[in-house]
Every structure is written in structure tokens, then in C-alpha cells.
């Protein structure tokens, strides 16, 4: 890496020289666009320095600033103060650890506009222990920046702990002039170990802060845990107590809202079953009229029709005139006029009578007549449908026998044998009419 390239960091610092966040600049600039907004700091006024490190971790310029945020954690969006512009224009400088830093203050500032918007290290405390503490995060470096220290014979911590925190210059009996080298040599040595005694109580006085930060954090979450378990804890009882007096009441209502609803349902119910039972009877009331009325019309309208047609009937009788009719198996008939009035009615019943046949026998004959196939029926297939020769007289026709052919016929006639097999031989039974019996 380039020694000389600069990195940026943004540190946020609570009481005292306590460092309490870190990150790098492009995270604060999101944060400055709210894309993302810090919890930690809601409704707050926080300082903060931005730092610019060079590649052996050293600070070159550093500008203290503060920033805003609401309750919700984000940043003021008024908040524009130009940094690296400061930064850059820095003309003082604090020489620490071997480096000239160039730092930007609230003292340095001639722009008013940014004043509310900038402080002084001495508000928090000693400019040497701001910078020290900025160092020390440096050298832990947990934003990982990326770089590598000058080789320096510096104390540790180890050393810095062991030390004495102060140191009596040893009597000495040299001469005047090694005297005052001596003495050069022991005031560079102590303000060396008290420098680093500084340091050692100043990182110290770090970690009690941060503890105490911690400590206090944890003991604020507690009682706020504590206040709301507790509000919950009235809150509920207050919401039982106002269940356990409501309720009685409620359910008192709401049965007599109940008991009301079912008697008015009970009497609506009532009312309408007697209307629609007046209502009914008197639709059977006017139907009954209505059928009495229309039997008597009958009655009336056939006694009128009988009467004429009787006498008409009897004029034509009287002229020698005969009434003839044509029917299928039975040729013309000649029909009296007492017979006219039965041949009306049921035609098919009085040439049934004529030919000597039962109504159904002569009803299937003329269907047999009109297209004398086969009728042999199996379950499940239609009929056979063989063309068969037709039986010209209805009394020489057997149905389930004349309207089959010779396969089938044989059929049948096992089923016969078989039946009168299985009958009473003093009294055999008639032979079925209905060709469904007949059929497979």
C-alpha cells in the first residue's frame, strides 16, 4: 500500500474521551443520507472527529465535529459540514508521537453558519489524552485499515504498567558539565515515563468508562424491563377487573336480548303460520267451489250433448243409414247405435272384444302388424330385430311366441317346460301374455 494514501474514519466519543463508535467514512455518509440511521444515538446531540490515516497508521488531520439525530436514529438532514475542505485548510498542527497533526477545531472556525456544529477537544478533556485515546483505537484497530506501523522502539503496555509512575532523579557527583547532561538526559527520561504514565491511566480510564457505559446501559434496560413488566402487569389486572365486572352484565343482556329475540321470532312465526293457514283454506274453500261449479257444467254440457246427439243418432237410424267402421284384423264393422257410444270411448277395447282377444293382446298384435320383427330382448343389448313373417289374425297371435323368430322361439319354449316343471301339475299355470315375462 501507499504510505502516503489517505483512509477515513469517523469516531463518536461519549463522556470524556470515551470512544463509543468507529466506522469508516462512507458508512457516516450513509447515515448522513439516512440509508441507515443509529438507534444508539436517538434523540441525541453526539461529538464526533473525523480522521484521515496515512499507511503507517498515523493520524494526519482531524476535525471535531457534532451531529444530530432524531428519535428514530437519523441524522439531522440540515447537517453539511465540509470535512475534508476543513480538514485540508487546517493551519494548526499538534505535534504528537513524532507527528505533526493538523487539527480543526470550533476555535479555528470564521464561518459562523458551522458553529453549532463544531467543538473543542478541551470540552472533553486534555488535547494530548483526545489524541492519545484516538491512537489507542488506532492500534486496535477493529475498522481494519489498512496499513503498517513505522518500527519505533515505544513501550508496551506491559512496560507501561510496570513503570513507576514517577521517577526521583538518582544523586549524581559528576562535574558541572556532566551534571547538566545528566540532568538533561533524567528530565528526558521522566517526561518520557510520565508521558507514558499518561497513557497507561488514560487507556485505563477508557476501560472504566466503557465499563461504566456498559454497566449503566445494562442497569437502564433492567429498569426499563422492569417499568414494563410492571405497566403490563397493571394493565392486565386492570383489563381482568374490568372482565370480571362486565362480563355478569353482558351475559345478563345478551340472554334477555336472547329471551326478547325468540318471543318475537315465536310471535312473527305464529302470525305468519295463521296467515298462511287462512290463506290455504281459503284457496281450498275456492277450489272446492270451482270444482263443484265444473262438475255441474259437465253434467250440464253432457246432458245437453247427449240429448242432441241421441236425437240426431235416432233420425239417422230412421233413414236406414248404418254406421261402419275399418279396423285392423276385424274389417269393416258395422256399429249400432247402441254400441256407438263404446266404440267412441275405447276403440281398440271393442275390436279387441270383436276378434275375441284381450285389449293388450290386440294393442300388441298391431304392433307386431306394423313391423314384424323379432323382440327377443337380453339384458343388457337391444332386441333382436330378425324379420319374422307377420300373423295376419289377431286371434291366431301369441305374443312372446308369433313375434319371434325360430331361434328364439326355441328359447321360449324351454322356459315354458321349465315352468310347468316347476308348477302345480292339479293346476298349471296360463301361459304369460306379456312378452317382457318371456323375455331373457
Not at 478541551?122 to 492500534?139: F, G, H, R
Request: charged share 25%; aromatic share 8%.
Amino acid at each position: 500500500m501507499n504510505h502516503t494514501e489517505a483512509q477515513e474514519a469517523i469516531l463518536f466519543f461519549g463522556r470524556g474521551a470515551r470512544i463509543v463508535k468507529q466506522m469508516m467514512y462512507m458508512e457516516f455518509e450513509a447515515v448522513l443520507d439516512n440509508v441507515v440511521g443509529l438507534e444508539d444515538f436517538a434523540d441525541q446531540t453526539v461529538r464526533a472527529v473525523y480522521i484521515e490515516v496515512n499507511g503507517y497508521l498515523e493520524i494526519e488531520a482531524c476535525v471535531a465535529f457534532t451531529v444530530s439525530f432524531d428519535s428514530e436514529g437519523h441524522a439531522d438532514p440540515n447537517w453539511n459540514v465540509p470535512l475534508r475542505r476543513m480538514a485540508y485548510q487546517s493551519t494548526k498542527s499538534i505535534l504528537y508521537r513524532e507527528s505533526n497533526i493538523r487539527v480543526f477545531t470550533k476555535s479555528q472556525n470564521s464561518q459562523a453558519s458551522y458553529n453549532n456544529y463544531l467543538w473543542d477537544f478541551e470540552a472533553l478533556c486534555s488535547p494530548s489524552a483526545l489524541l492519545e485515546a484516538l491512537y489507542l483505537a488506532l492500534e486496535l484497530n477493529t475498522l481494519g485499515l489498512i496499513g503498517e506501523r513505522r518500527e519505533q522502539a515505544r513501550p508496551t503496555q506491559a512496560t507501561a504498567a510496570s513503570a513507576q509512575p514517577l521517577i526521583e532523579p538518582p544523586t549524581v557527583t559528576q562535574q558541572p558539565s556532566e551534571t547538566s547532561a545528566a540532568n538533561e538526559k533524567y528530565s528526558k527520561e521522566f517526561s518520557e515515563y510520565k508521558l507514558q504514565n499518561e497513557r497507561l491511566i488514560n487507556e485505563l480510564q477508557l476501560q472504566i468508562e466503557r465499563l461504566k457505559g456498559k454497566l449503566k446501559s445494562t442497569l437502564v434496560e433492567n429498569k426499563a424491563l422492569k417499568n414494563h413488566s410492571k405497566e403490563q402487569g397493571e394493565a392486565l389486572h386492570r383489563l381482568r377487573n374490568i372482565i370480571e365486572d362486565k362480563l355478569p352484565r353482558m351475559k345478563k343482556n345478551n340472554q334477555k336480548v336472547l329471551q326478547e329475540l325468540k318471543a318475537r321470532h315465536a310471535d312473527e312465526q305464529t302470525e305468519w303460520l295463521e296467515k298462511q293457514a287462512k290463506t290455504l283454506s281459503e284457496k281450498e274453500d275456492a277450489v272446492q267451489n270451482l270444482t263443484e261449479e265444473l262438475c255441474t257444467l259437465r253434467r250440464d254440457k253432457m246432458r245437453l250433448m247427449m240429448n242432441g246427439t241421441d236425437n240426431f243418432l235416432e233420425k239417422i237410424a230412421e233413414s236406414g243409414l248404418k254406421m261402419v267402421a275399418f279396423q285392423p284384423g276385424a274389417g269393416h264393422l258395422t256399429i249400432s247405435l247402441d254400441e256407438l257410444n263404446d266404440y267412441i270411448n275405447d276403440p281398440y277395447a271393442y275390436v279387441a272384444k270383436k276378434c275375441g282377444v284381450t285389449t293388450e293382446t290386440y294393442s300388441d298384435w298391431r304392433e307386431h302388424i306394423k313391423n314384424p320383427v323379432c323382440r327377443f330382448l337380453v339384458k343388457g343389448e337391444p332386441c333382436c330385430g330378425a324379420r319374422i313373417t307377420p300373423v295376419s289374425d289377431p286371434k291366431q297371435y301369441q305374443p312372446g311366441v308369433s313375434d319371434r323368430c325360430l331361434k328364439h322361439r326355441s328359447a321360449v319354449s324351454v322356459a315354458r317346460m321349465q315352468q310347468q316343471a316347476q308348477g302345480d301339475s292339479s293346476n298349471p299355470p296360463n301361459p304369460p301374455t306379456d312378452p317382457k315375462a318371456l323375455n331373457g
